[in-house]
């Protein structure tokens, strides 16, 4: 069946750092990817997004790269700062119906 | 411009009760997501609702669950006799009919069933 998963639950990184986040794919038919941040008792707060028919898009401090042949998707945060502590998730879409498979998380804890 | 409301934020109710969640879009935006979140996880389709027409409903339970998204008002997600593992975050999202993918996200509305 369809799964979206991330390799690492947890990310501890220093203030100032780039922190990457990444995340693993298995339908190949996806042709948008999207990733989420979500703060504790929040909805999910839209980052960026991407096509297939892209490799990277940047946006401010974020950068999302996207390797359709590993089906492998990642997110770049530059600079990593406190209000960045959040739960990151990858979703991916573009099918008949719109509905986006998220991946169950990745907790980036930022220390100071 | 006011985001996805949601509401009510939390909500409890005993075992056999019915729940009713509700979701205004963001303005100009014709359809509506509702997704379920259980503790630690990732968000779980539920639903895909355009005005008065339920699109895709793959996600949702067969039973005890409805979901409805009126002409006028807000749509509604509605749980018949609630049982404890129904507790969750839910989520509503909404898009504008241009860009169907690109879904912002409520405050969701947490249910607990006692």
């Known amino acids: 069946g369809e799964s979206v998963g991330l390799h690492l639950p947890t990310l501890s990184v220093q203030e100032g750092d780039n922190s990457i986040i990444n995340c693993a794919y298995s339908?190949?038919?996806?042709?948008?990817f999207i990733w989420y941040k979500q703060e504790s008792g929040k909805g999910p707060q839209f980052i960026i997004d991407?096509?297939?028919?892209?490799d990277k898009r940047q946006g401010q401090r974020v950068t999302v790269l996207l390797n359709k042949t590993v089906k492998h998707l990642s997110l770049q945060i530059a600079a990593t700062q406190p209000g960045d502590s959040a739960v990151y998730f990858c979703?991916?879409?573009?099918?008949?119906?719109?509905?986006?498979?998220f991946g169950t998380g990745t907790l980036l804890a930022v220390q100071p | 411009n006011a985001g996805v409301m949601q509401n009510p934020r939390h909500l409890v109710r005993r075992r056999g009760q019915e729940a009713r969640l509700r979701c205004s879009p963001m303005?100009?935006?014709?359809?509506v997501y509702w997704y379920r979140q259980l503790p630690e996880e990732g968000l779980k389709f539920m639903v895909y609702?355009?005005?008065?027409?339920?699109?895709?409903e793959s996600g949702m339970p067969k039973e005890r669950f409805s979901a409805e998204f009126p002409k006028e008002g807000p749509s509604i997600l509605r749980i018949q006799q609630v049982v404890r593992g129904d507790s969750a975050a839910y989520f509503c999202?909404?898009?504008?009919?241009?860009?169907?993918?690109?879904?912002?996200f409520g405050p969701g509305t947490r249910l607990l069933v006692l």
């Open positions: 339908n190949s038919a996806s042709d948008y």
């Open positions: 609702l355009q005005k008065e027409n339920i699109i895709d």
């Open positions: 991407i096509r297939s028919n892209m």
């Open positions: 979703a991916e879409g573009g099918g008949a119906t719109n509905k986006l498979i």
């Open positions: 303005k100009g935006h014709s359809h």
């Open positions: 999202a909404s898009s504008p009919p241009t860009s169907g993918e690109t879904q912002y």
